[in-house]
Structure formats: C-alpha cells, structure tokens
C-alpha cells in the first residue's frame, strides 16, 4: 500500500536522469501489486491527487494533507464506506503521500 502512496506522489526519474548512473527506463517496475483488500483505499487516495491542501511556507510550498470533506465526498461517490480502518488504511497512504510530497519531511 505504502509502494502505491510512492508511485502516485514520489518524484519519478525521466530519461536523462536515470542515463547519469547507467539505467534505462525498462529498469524499473512499471507496475504495482496492490492486495485486494487495499484496492479501494488505493483507488480512492489515486482520485483524490488534486485535493491536497497547500500552505506557502518560507520559500517553498508545504503539504499538509488531504481535504477530508473531499475525501468522504468522492468515498460516497464512488459506494465506499469511510469506516475507521478504512480511514486509518487512508492516513497511512496520506502520510507517505505527504513524506514524498514535502521532500522527505511531514
């Protein structure tokens, strides 16, 4: 679950980058094995990429999460239930989202 928060938020290399330490991009996993049971929280968080919120902090931009009112909106939508592991499965992904996002800090 952790690997898909990565995938959806984490800086990918393009060409030229991975070309400096002699890779290509057939070197990387393209895909992600994602657990049924993690389906939906994953599917949900990927919906929900344009809803971060966004302070201006110093001389850069800082995420600071999701917009939950969003979330359960787009979870109602999509015939999800926001139980409490649901939501916890979410933070988790949100939290990873967030390490990515920030460089490396919440």
Known sequence: MIEAAAALC???????????????????KQSL???PDNWDVVRLFETLQ???K???GGNRFVFTGIDYAAAAAM????GMAMTPDFLS??????DEG?????????
């Open 89 to 94: 499965d979410f933070r988790i992904l949100e």
């Open 98 to 106: 967030l390490r990515h996002l920030n460089g490396g800090r919440k």
């Open 10 to 28: 984490g800086a990918q290399p393009d060409a030229d980058q991975l070309k400096l330490f002699g890779l290509k991009e057939s070197d990387f």
């Open 54 to 56: 966004i302070i201006a």
């Open 50 to 52: 344009t809803q971060w």
């Open 75 to 78: 979870a109602k939508a999509l």
């Open 33 to 35: 094995d994602i657990w």
